[in-house]
């Protein structure tokens, strides 16, 4: 192998979802900085996410969210052994392009961050690293995967510790594609139309029951049993973002001990008795946030199309 050609063998749509599989049954954790990086690991996530503020700062303290300091990425991809995740904002190509010449394993085109662009999402086969995208419903995730997405995650509402909105997504997509499987092949071209979606995706989603990629959890999960939730609910694994690092009233010890109780029960996900002892004495969790309050405009799983 010529090394002009290894570029290119690396790039496959294949490998990139192969990689993707590889973090399934594993949680992923937002941090901000290298030590925050350590602790996840130390607890056993699968992977981090490298970002500036976790969701619940970036909702609260307004303004243009965008791409994370290469610096502080550089930091915490060489504080840990575990892939780096890192966010773009949605149709941002050239924060993607940034991020793939940092070497980071994964891109997360992110509605949490504020959008880029109004009309597109990035093209995502013209990178050679894997991206990860949010979806509240199938024809939104079978246009991500479309666009080259190795991994689908539940949109959820970002920054609420309220696990709501991600139930509501993955009982949405799991719904839907259990409805395609009931439906005789001639009307798949119909429903493709109806989910603006590409008709082989379609015909994918009827066949093996299934998305083409790995569907995680993501948005509001802060406990034990939330993550057991999302599990029991039929997803491949979890992301949690501020769920950790704004409970145990910012108690390093005690947001350990949440992260190694959050990982062993998406691992025990089936096991109440386990579920039950992981979840005792955590201290206080991430304070909620009811989403009546929240106005239209504050909705960040609206981000995106």
């Not at 892939?83 to 940092?102: D, N, T, W």
């Not at 005789?184 to 429903?191: F, G, W």
């Not at 005690?254 to 190694?260: F, G, H, L, S, V």
């Not at 579920?275 to 239209?296: P, Q």
Request: some cysteine.
């Amino acid at each position: 192998m010529t090394q002009d050609s290894q570029p290119h063998q690396t790039a496959t749509l294949q490998i990139k979802t192969g990689f993707a599989e590889m973090f399934k049954g594993g949680v992923i954790m937002d941090v901000v900085t290298p030590d925050q990086a350590r602790i996840a690991e130390a607890a056993g996530a699968t992977a981090v996410m490298a970002l500036e503020r976790v969701p619940a700062d970036i909702r609260k303290d307004g303004g243009v969210a965008r791409m994370s300091d290469p610096q502080m990425i550089r930091g915490i991809i060489g504080a840990v052994s575990i892939p780096v995740m890192a966010k773009v904002r949605i149709g941002h190509f050239v924060e993607a392009q940034i991020l793939q010449s940092l070497g980071v394993d994964f891109i997360d085109e992110s509605e949490v961050l504020t959008p880029a662009d109004e009309s597109f999402h990035i093209d995502k086969h013209s990178f050679r690293i894997p991206f990860v995208c949010g979806a509240k419903n199938l024809g939104e995730a079978l246009r991500r995967v479309g666009e080259g997405a190795s991994m689908i995650r539940t949109k959820g509402e970002a920054g609420t510790g309220n696990v709501v909105e991600a139930v509501r997504h993955a009982r949405t997509i799991l719904g839907e594609i259990r409805s395609i499987q009931a439906r005789p092949v001639e009307e798949l071209m119909t429903v493709a139309r109806d989910l603006q979606a590409p008709y082989e995706l379609v015909r994918y989603v009827h066949e093996h029951g299934t998305l083409p990629v790995v569907n995680f959890a993501a948005g509001g999960v802060a406990t034990p049993a939330d993550a057991a939730l999302m599990m029991q609910l039929g997803l491949d694994g979890v992301f949690v973002g501020s769920g950790i690092f704004k409970s145990g009233a910012g108690d390093l010890k005690q947001i350990e001990k949440r992260a190694r109780a959050i990982v062993k029960a998406v691992t025990h996900y089936n096991n109440p008795d386990v579920l039950a002892e992981v979840s005792t004495d955590l201290g206080e969790a991430m304070v909620g946030i009811n989403l009546d309050t929240l106005e239209i405009q504050q909705r960040l799983a609206t981000r995106g199309w």
